[in-house]
Protein backbone atom coordinates (compact mmCIF):
# COMPACT_ATOMS: atom_id res chain seq x y z
CA UNK A 1 0.00 0.00 0.00
CA UNK A 2 1.25 3.60 -0.78
CA UNK A 3 1.48 5.92 1.45
CA UNK A 4 -1.26 8.93 1.59
CA UNK A 5 0.46 12.56 1.40
CA UNK A 6 -0.58 14.91 3.90
CA UNK A 7 -3.53 16.41 1.94
CA UNK A 8 -4.68 13.21 1.23
CA UNK A 9 -4.97 12.33 4.99
CA UNK A 10 -6.82 16.05 5.72
CA UNK A 11 -9.34 14.93 2.81
CA UNK A 12 -10.21 11.49 4.33
CA UNK A 13 -10.84 12.77 7.69
CA UNK A 14 -13.33 14.95 6.47
CA UNK A 15 -14.83 12.46 4.28
CA UNK A 16 -14.55 10.27 7.84
CA UNK A 17 -16.61 13.18 9.31
CA UNK A 18 -19.24 12.97 6.74
CA UNK A 19 -18.05 16.85 5.20
CA UNK A 20 -19.35 16.62 0.89
CA UNK A 21 -16.66 17.24 -1.63
CA UNK A 22 -18.10 20.72 -1.92
CA UNK A 23 -17.13 21.78 1.80
CA UNK A 24 -14.23 20.03 1.70
CA UNK A 25 -12.95 22.12 -0.73
CA UNK A 26 -14.24 25.13 0.66
CA UNK A 27 -12.71 23.97 3.92
CA UNK A 28 -8.80 22.93 2.84
CA UNK A 29 -9.51 26.11 0.40
CA UNK A 30 -8.86 23.92 -2.58
CA UNK A 31 -10.85 23.53 -5.69
CA UNK A 32 -13.66 20.60 -6.21
CA UNK A 33 -11.72 19.00 -9.31
CA UNK A 34 -8.69 18.79 -6.47
CA UNK A 35 -11.25 17.28 -4.01
CA UNK A 36 -11.85 14.83 -6.57
CA UNK A 37 -8.79 13.69 -7.91
CA UNK A 38 -7.60 13.48 -4.10
CA UNK A 39 -10.41 11.03 -3.51
CA UNK A 40 -9.87 8.95 -5.95
CA UNK A 41 -6.21 8.67 -5.64
CA UNK A 42 -6.71 7.58 -2.06
CA UNK A 43 -9.08 5.07 -3.04
CA UNK A 44 -6.48 3.69 -5.45
CA UNK A 45 -4.00 3.69 -3.12
CA UNK A 46 -5.83 1.66 -0.32
CA UNK A 47 -7.15 -0.48 -2.73
CA UNK A 48 -10.57 0.79 -1.58
CA UNK A 49 -13.92 0.46 -3.62
CA UNK A 50 -15.15 3.32 -3.19
CA UNK A 51 -14.66 6.30 -0.09
CA UNK A 52 -16.05 4.54 2.43
CA UNK A 53 -14.28 1.63 1.89
CA UNK A 54 -11.50 3.68 1.85
CA UNK A 55 -12.01 5.13 5.61
CA UNK A 56 -12.99 2.06 6.90
CA UNK A 57 -9.69 0.18 5.30
CA UNK A 58 -7.51 2.97 6.68
CA UNK A 59 -8.85 3.42 10.38
CA UNK A 60 -8.56 -0.72 10.18
CA UNK A 61 -4.77 -0.01 9.60
CA UNK A 62 -4.40 2.78 11.54
CA UNK A 63 -6.83 2.93 14.73
CA UNK A 64 -5.67 5.80 16.49
CA UNK A 65 -5.70 7.67 13.04
CA UNK A 66 -9.13 9.65 13.49
CA UNK A 67 -8.85 9.96 17.40
CA UNK A 68 -6.45 13.09 16.36
CA UNK A 69 -9.99 14.11 15.39
CA UNK A 70 -12.30 14.13 18.21
Not at 7 to 15: H, I, M, S
Not at 34 to 52: C, E, P, S, Y
Amino acid sequence: MEQLSPKELDVLALVALGYSDKEIGKKLRIKYGTVRTHIDRIVLKLHARNRGHAVLAYILLYPEWLTRFS
